[in-house]
């Protein structure tokens, strides 16, 4: 039995009970040399605290200590503040004096500006080695580093604008010729490209160029300390605007080939003459076309007629009437056919309307003509091709 006190001041008794046997040889009663047999037992420990421990803090007590936190963390940052306005206000009066003597911001600014500025630095450098300056807050920093700001901004924003601009106006000159080179190749790489496009966009680059030059001209006559006619951003968005629209027509797609359609199965006695049409022929077709205009419909079939005379070889030929006629109805004695087989007559049987054979005198081949009977007529279908 032993007493322990623990780092909480508590008395902690502790019960161990152990036991060791040692081996023994039973049967002849000699102990075995260099051997030993250990029993392992479970040890028992009572522990007693007395009930002491932390303190729990009342909520008056946290808020309190929240308080006192944050009052440490709103002092510390009041400081870095204080700090840096400082040091910003410092470093503001060693840069006045190095602009005074950079030749572009003289040219860039008045003598009223230069003759402020200087003031103001070496009134805030005496102030900044005052007793006044030691317990200064940052908004006293700030408030005089804003009376120089005020006046040492603009003056640098045309200082940047003068040592820009030679720079963006030989990159705008640049862009300007590249852009009509590659517009006026694109015909001849894309043909879907029309000239009424390109001339679009050619219109916008001279456009911008004219822009551009007008200003240059401008701005040489115009003081370097008042605020600049263009910015170099400006010309650089323009820029930018005119690569769009090349970059957008150039990736124009092909277009793609109309779709092929078929005229109509027309009967091989059908008119195309509207006027010679009968009403409920005209109703008929105009519901099969999907028209309800009849002079849609009169334009459509007077396209007809002229494909159809145009192209005799697909199997139906038009009269001057404007009536089909197909090639066993022998219409002016002319019979529809291949167009290789140009040359071939045909002579009308009064007795039985047969037809003979002639010989082609160009190559020698044979038609054959139907004997004892009427030609049958041609299948729709080959009869009439796309249109």
Not at 17 to 36: I, P
């Amino acid at each position: 039995e032993m007493c322990i006190r623990d780092r909480h001041g508590e008395d902690v008794e502790a019960y161990i009970e152990e036991e060791r046997v040692e081996a023994a040889n039973a049967t002849n009663g000699t102990e075995a040399e260099g051997k030993k047999k250990t029993v392992k037992r479970e040890l028992k420990i009572k522990i007693t605290s007395s009930g002491a421990g932390p303190r729990v803090m009342s909520e008056a007590q946290k808020k309190a200590a929240i308080a006192r936190i944050k009052h440490f963390d709103d002092n510390e940052a009041a400081i870095r503040r204080t700090a840096e306005a400082k040091n910003q206000l410092e470093s503001s009066v060693y840069q006045i004096r190095d602009h005074l003597s950079n030749e572009d911001f003289v040219s860039a600014s008045t003598e009223e500006n230069r003759t402020t500025l200087e003031k103001l630095a070496a009134e805030n450098d005496d102030w900044l080695y005052s007793d006044e300056a030691f317990s200064a807050s940052a908004e006293d920093f700030g408030k005089r580093l804003k009376q120089m700001t005020k006046i040492i901004d603009p003056v640098l924003r045309r200082v940047e604008q003068i040592r820009q601009r030679p720079q963006v106006i030989e990159e705008a000159t640049k862009t300007f010729e590249d852009l009509i080179k590659k517009l006026r190749a694109l015909p001849e790489a894309k043909p879907w490209i029309t000239e009424g496009m390109i001339d679009t966009v050619l219109k916008v680059v001279n456009d911008t160029s004219e822009w551009l030059n007008g200003k240059i001209a401008e701005q040489k006559e115009r003081p370097a300390y008042e605020e600049p006619l263009f910015t170099a951003a400006e010309v650089k968005s323009r820029l930018q605007s005119l690569k769009y629209s090349y970059n957008y027509l150039k990736n124009t797609p092909r277009p793609k080939p109309p779709k092929k359609t078929k005229p109509p199965p027309f009967p091989a006695n059908m008119t195309f003459d509207v006027d010679k049409m009968d009403n409920a022929t005209k109703v008929e077709w105009m519901n099969k076309l999907n028209m309800t205009n009849e002079t849609q419909f009169a334009e459509f079939m007077q396209a007809m007629k002229a494909y159809y005379q145009a192209n005799p070889q697909n199997g139906s030929n038009t009269n001057s009437n404007g009536e089909q006629s197909t090639p066993e109805q022998g219409t002016n004695g002319e019979q529809g056919g291949e167009s290789g087989q140009s040359g071939e007559s045909q002579s009308n049987d009064q007795g039985n309307g047969d037809n003979q054979n002639t010989q082609n005198n160009e190559n020698g081949q044979q038609n054959e003509g139907d004997q004892g009977g009427e030609k049958k007529p041609d299948d729709d279908s080959q009869r009439h091709t796309e249109f």
